[in-house]
Each structure stands twice: as C-alpha cells, then as structure tokens.
C-alpha cells in the first residue's frame, strides 16, 4: 500500500512543478513516465489483471491449491497454505493495488491530457473521453472486489488518494454496494454511439456495447455475493444486470488474449516452462470426475496408463505416477478469462433457483452452463447432453448441483471457483495437511499482507479487529454459511 502511495505522489510532485516552471518546453519530454498515454497505461493494467488472475505462481495466486485443482510434488507447504515465506497475500494485494488500480488511475489522470485530433468535434471527443473514464471505472471496480474477496475490510475511500500514505480500512460490507453504484453510474455514463479507446484496451476493443455487458456481468457477480445478506440488494442488482445484457455465451465471452512470444505468453505456460515437474493435478478434482465419467478430464488432465490419477494436497508427489495439467491448458496463448458465459450462466442459474426474475428457470441455466463449458473446451452438444443427464438439475439439492459442477467447469479459474465454494459450501473440501493457522481446513480468506502490519500498523489493527482476526479462517461478510 506504502508503494501505490509513493507512486502517486511522485507523480503528483512532479505535475505540480510542472505547473510553476517557467520554461515552455519544461513538458516536451515523451519518455518521462507520468506523460505516457493514457492507452499504455490501460494495457498495462489489462495485463497486469489478465495474469495475476491466470498465474499458477506460487508466490502470487493459491486458489488452485484452495480448490484441489493442483497440488505440488516437492515444497509440500505451498499446498498446506504456509504462505507467509512466500508472501502471497503481499505479492496479491501489491499486483491489484499498484499494478491495476495505480495504472487505472494514473490513466484517469492523464485523460486530460490526450489530445484532440483536429478532424474530431468538440461534442464527439467528450463524449469518447467520457467513455474512457467509465471503462477505466469499470475495471477498477473488478480489482476492488477481487480485493474485497480476498481479505475482507481493505482501503478503498482513501486507497487511491496520493495525499493519504496510510489509508484506513473500509467496512468490506459498505464497499459492496458502493461498487454497484458505481457500476450504475459508469453504465449510465457509456454511450454506444461514440467511441472510446482506439489503442491501448486488449480485452475489448474499445467496443462500448461489449463493455456495457462487461459492466452488467460484473454487476450480477458481485450481487450474486450478497444473496444471503442483502437479499434485496442483491435481487434488484442481479435483475438489472441481466435486463441490461450480461455474458450468455461463449462468443461473448470476456478474456485477455496472450501472445505466443516471451516474457507476455500467457502466465501459466511460463511457469510450467520454468518448473515444470513442480506440479500434478489433484486427486479429489480427479477422482469426482472419473466418477462421473466426465469428458472434459482429457482437456483438464494427462493420462498415467490410461487413466487419470491425482496427488494428495499437502503431500509429496511423485511427478511421474501422476496426471498433470493438461496440454490444452498449457498453450502459450491460451486466454485468461475475466467472464466466461459457463461461469454467468451457474449464476443466473443460483439467481433463478432464489427467485429473481432473470428471463429463464435454474435448471435452463445450469445445463446451458455445463453446456458451455464442454464447447469452451471443444466438446461436442452431444457430449455435453448425455453428461447432463447423469448429474440433472435439483431444486431440493441446488447448492450441491451448482457449486459441484461451477467447480468442474471453473478448473482453470481458481478465484470464481474459490468464491462459489464460500458461497455455497459445496463441494466438500477437506485439508487434513493444512497448516494450523488455517484449522486443517481450505482458507475462507487472506491474510494481510506483512507490509501493512509493519508501515500501516494502527489501521491493519483495526481492521483486523473489526473482521475478527486477521486469520485465515475468518470469513467475509458475505460468507455466513
């Protein structure tokens, strides 16, 4: 947090003195970093989004680990949640605050500053540049709550304030629903009949009405949180996303794209080049699917004699007697994904089942999300249909059909997978290697980063004692069950 701070303020500093130079030509300096485009900026905090939320790095993102997607063959603690050597939560919070949220808004900053093409009228460039404001919004929305998630009460009113070098924690109860406001407010602001970002925007394309359902769909997940605590907050949210337009298949779907040549292919490539022995693929992931005889197990693992077999979550494993990741996955230009239609879809299937009004029944959504899934990953319609028919949607068991199958598909998106299992506590998942700061059990969120212990002292204080400890096993506010 101290590091975002300097940062900005930096920044700050030398914009003032850019104000009271006398020279003309004190600004003519293309290379200093606080003149960079606001384009270069959004793509650095596209990319910087795109693979803290792919990365197996075991020192960035563990939530294939919470969710017995992966496990490791040698440095057994990494998959027993001893992550302070490593510094995960430090590594988590660092990338979202300073290498999404600080490009966001260092890009808020220089809008201002781009200049208006001479053929451009007045009225048609502010209308663009509104819209780039609202995009910029938008995914600095998703970082927040990614962060919200992840630990519970975080900075958030002063987080961004270059003036405030330790910023209080916010309430994670109150930041919710200012994050939809704030969707509100940014979706009422776009307008599709102007452009917006012509370069820099690797998600979209500067697309508006891509980014308007990128906006509802956001929308709908983080309402989708609140289903147990503020049900009607989060009814009036949900079905406002949908009538707005949300992703519903997978042409639709919203993903950064990498390119096959080093250091940018995608993050998971990269490390399973640097370690490749490190990891296998987990046996409780494993062992439902070969029970249910489930297709997509020759995308998600490699075969040892014909079948699939999977190592034990806080054990050595041999690399060699188990399945690893599959090939599919290992692509280097594989995407990573920030909605996908299967992951939209269990949620309006879970909205539906509660009875908000989202056009369709439960069972209509779960099946076409299971659907989408097989064709997200080549499987055919008929695959996919004799699948259904061996796990059909319940009424009287949702939570379990949902969050077993969300699980199944959401195999390479550990955080959403994460974020279903709190919800809805299916499926069963045990850690008896565990260490003891999280009970022998899967982590419900991060700790905070050792940083904010040491230079933030006073407000990680309060915050720890607001959520109730800063521990691995404290819930967030949404998570009651």
């Not at 850019?18 to 004190?26: A, G, L, Q």
């Not at 989004?49 to 490791?72: D, E, G, I």
Request: net charge negative.
């Amino acid at each position: 947090m101290k590091k975002i701070h300097l940062i900005l303020s930096v920044i700050s500093f030398i914009f003032l003195i850019s104000c009271i130079n006398d020279s003309d030509h004190f600004n003519d300096d293309r290379d200093k970093p606080y003149e960079l485009p606001t384009a270069l900026y959004l793509t650095r905090a596209q990319r910087e989004l795109a693979k803290q939320m792919a990365t197996p790095n075991v020192n960035q993102n563990v939530f294939r680990f919470f969710q017995h997607y992966w496990t490791t063959t040698t440095y057994s603690t990494d998959a027993r949640f001893n992550f302070s050597n490593r510094k995960v939560p430090d590594n988590h919070w660092d990338a979202l605050y300073i290498g999404v949220l600080g490009n966001l808004e260092s890009a808020k900053q220089a809008i201002p500053s781009d200049v208006k093409p001479a053929s451009v009228k007045q009225e048609d460039w502010e209308k663009q540049q509104a819209n780039k404001l609202a995009i910029l919004d938008i995914l600095q929305v998703y970082a927040f709550h990614i962060l919200v998630d992840s630990f519970g009460d975080i900075p958030y009113s002063e987080s961004l304030n270059p003036k405030l070098i330790l910023p209080k924690y916010d309430d994670d109860a109150g930041i919710y629903p200012d994050l939809l406001k704030r969707l509100d407010q940014d979706l009422s602001q776009l307008d599709v009949s102007y452009k917006s970002f012509e370069t820099g925007d690797y998600l979209l394309n500067g697309n508006v009405v891509k980014w308007k359902i990128f906006a509802n769909s956001l929308k709908l997940k983080i309402a989708i949180n609140l289903s147990d605590v503020n049900p009607g907050l989060a009814k009036s949210a949900i079905e406002s996303a949908y009538n707005g337009g949300v992703v519903l298949d997978n042409s639709e779907d919203i993903k950064f794209n990498f390119p096959e040549t080093s250091p940018n292919y995608n993050p998971i490539y990269a490390e399973t080049i640097a370690n490749g022995n490190y990891f296998v693929v987990e046996e409780t992931i494993v062992n439902t699917m070969n029970q249910l005889s489930d297709p997509r197990r020759a995308v998600y693992f490699t075969p040892i004699d014909g079948t699939y077999i999977g190592g034990i979550l806080g054990l050595q494993n041999s690399y060699s007697k188990f399945s690893h990741v599959g090939n599919d996955l290992l692509s280097p230009t594989l995407p990573a994904y920030l909605f996908d239609s299967s992951e939209i879809n269990f949620y309006l299937a879970e909205a539906a089942v509660r009875g908000y009004s989202v056009g369709q029944t439960p069972g209509y959504y779960y099946n076409k999300a299971i659907s989408e899934s097989f064709k997200q990953w080549g499987l055919s319609d008929a695959e996919a249909s004799a699948y259904i028919s061996t796990v059909p949607f319940s009424s009287g068991a949702w939570k379990e059909r949902i969050g077993e199958q969300a699980w199944i598909a959401l195999f390479n998106r550990g955080f959403e997978s994460w974020n279903f299992w709190r919800r809805l506590d299916y499926p069963v998942l045990t850690a008896p290697y565990a260490v003891d700061a999280a009970d022998k059990k899967v982590p419900l969120r991060l700790t905070y980063p050792i940083n904010e212990q040491t230079v933030n002292g006073a407000n990680w204080m309060k915050a720890s004692q607001a959520i109730g400890g800063d521990k691995l096993t404290t819930r967030v506010f949404w998570d009651i069950n």
